[in-house]
Nanobody, 121 residues
Framework: QVQLVESGGGLVQPGGSLRLSCAASGSIFSINAMGWYRQAPGKERELVAGFTSGGGTNYADSVQGRFTISRDAAKNTVYLQMNSLKPEDTAVYYC???????????????WGQGTQVTVSS
């Protein structure tokens, strides 16, 4: 089955940088969209950055200019470069992908397990 494997989270000081990675694997026919969400304690999950099915990108206003989403299509991998990190960026970050699997032959959403990002001095 399709899996999303995340890496790169951790503890960083304010103003520092991290790069998150998410690799999709399994019986994949195609990936139509891929992106990152985050969820802080007591808050709803929100979109951070993502590629749309049309090839464009979306960013949350709070991360615009600081975060950059990129992808390596050959590796079915998406990255999130996070610069100038702030304490309010602290959250669990989740990879999300819209994938047509060879098993279902339908477009479905898949989620990674989440990776903790903590910004603190």
């Amino acid at each position: 089955q399709v899996q999303l494997v995340e890496s790169g989270g951790g503890l960083v000081q304010p103003g520092g940088s991290l790069r998150l990675s998410c690799a999709a694997s399994g019986s994949i026919f195609s990936i139509n969209a891929m992106g990152w969400y985050r969820q802080a304690p007591g808050k709803e999950r929100e979109l951070v950055a993502g590629f749309t099915s049309g090839g464009g990108t979306n960013y949350a206003d709070s991360v615009q200019g600081r975060f950059t989403i990129s992808r390596d299509a050959a590796k079915n991998t998406v990255y999130l470069q996070m610069n100038s990190l702030k304490p309010e960026d602290t959250a669990v970050y989740y990879c999300n992908a819209g994938i047509i699997s060879m098993r279902t032959l339908r477009l479905n959403d898949y989620w990674g397990q989440g990776t903790q990002v903590t910004v603190s001095s």
